[in-house]
């Protein structure tokens, strides 16, 4: 089984500020991964996927980028919309997520 | 628009069954890839399971395997969850999910979940 682990577990900011979000895979995933975020009581939303493919309608605030086995969501300026759990999702082989990474206000 | 919308969640006492369903609209049901994956209270996203467009391919995480059976329905447009042998731990929200097309297996649109709890 493919493990993701994301860091890190919580990241406390502010409006603003370029915030950036990794995620590493226990093997070479090659780019089959993909990032989404949450808000409370609410589905995931799709985000990026092929590791940096901006999903149509999401703000070009957010990118991806990396390959093989280590990944990084950045979100370049915060805006307060923004604040939520991301998780990456690798579909390499099978799916797997990360744990989450819960942005919050410093 | 594309919608999916669960249902069938409730709540079970251990060692029960239940049947979810998800009803999918705004795209051709029978052309995708459909995923279920939940999600404990106050937890992360835990992938469940996996079914061809055609329903003839099922794959299951280690953790349900034996317990959950996915199928679908093509004609009606809707995906089902079988759920036996239910435990305290299988109480979650309860997604199902589409796999984008275009060759890439990523999750595009997710329902709006159901909640399933087991608890005597």
């Known amino acids: 089984d493919i493990q993701m682990t994301q860091s890190p577990s919580t990241l406390s900011a502010s409006v603003g500020d370029r915030v950036t979000i990794t995620c590493r895979a226990s093997?070479?995933?090659?780019?089959?991964l993909a990032w989404y975020q949450q808000k409370p009581g609410k589905a995931p939303k799709l985000l990026i996927y092929?590791?940096?493919t901006l999903e149509s309608g999401v703000p070009s605030r957010f990118s991806g980028s990396g390959s093989g086995t280590e990944f990084t969501l950045t979100i370049s300026s915060l805006q307060p919309d923004d604040f939520a759990t991301y998780y990456c999702?690798?579909?390499?082989?099978?799916?797997?997520f990360g744990q989450g990474t819960k942005v919050e206000i410093k | 628009e594309v919608l999916l919308v669960e249902s069938g969640g409730g709540l079970v006492q251990p060692g029960g069954s239940l049947r979810l369903s998800c009803a999918a609209s705004?795209?051709?049901?029978?052309?995708?890839?459909m995923n279920w994956v939940r999600q404990a209270p106050g937890r992360g996203l835990e992938w469940l399971s996996y079914?061809?467009?055609?329903?003839?391919?099922?794959y299951y995480a280690d953790s349900v395997k034996g317990r959950l059976t996915v199928s679908r329905d093509n004609a009606k447009n809707s995906l089902y969850l079988q759920m036996n042998s239910l435990r305290a731990e299988d109480t979650a929200v309860y997604y199902c999910?589409?796999?984008?097309?275009?060759?890439?297996?990523?999750?595009?649109?997710w329902g709006q979940g159901t909640l399933v709890t087991v608890s005597s």
């Open positions: 999910a589409r796999v984008g097309g275009s060759g890439s297996q990523h999750v595009d649109y």
């Open positions: 705004g795209f051709t049901f029978s052309g995708y890839e």
């Open positions: 079914i061809s467009s055609s329903g003839d391919i099922s």
């Open positions: 093997q070479s995933i090659s780019s089959w």
């Open positions: 092929q590791a940096s």
């Open positions: 999702q690798q579909y390499n082989n099978l799916w797997t």
